[in-house]
């Protein structure tokens, strides 16, 4: 069984220490919904972020 992932959006924005609270109620709320999020930090620009909108 193969596991796709898609990366439907991606946007930088400015880094904020509670990010990652928001993208944990994302992904627990809208699991069921085929749908993950992601949060990186930006190699460029260590104020910024990478946000992510997956489809599983």
Do not use: C
Not at 22 to 31: C, F, G, S, Y
Request: charged share 35%.
């Amino acid at each position: 069984m193969e596991s796709k992932i898609e990366v439907i959006s991606t946007v930088k924005i400015q880094l904020s220490p509670d990010l990652y609270k928001i993208v944990d109620a994302l992904n627990r709320t809208l699991k069921e919904r085929d749908l993950m999020f992601g949060l990186a930090l930006d190699k460029e620009d260590e104020n910024k972020a990478i946000f992510s909108i997956y489809r599983t």
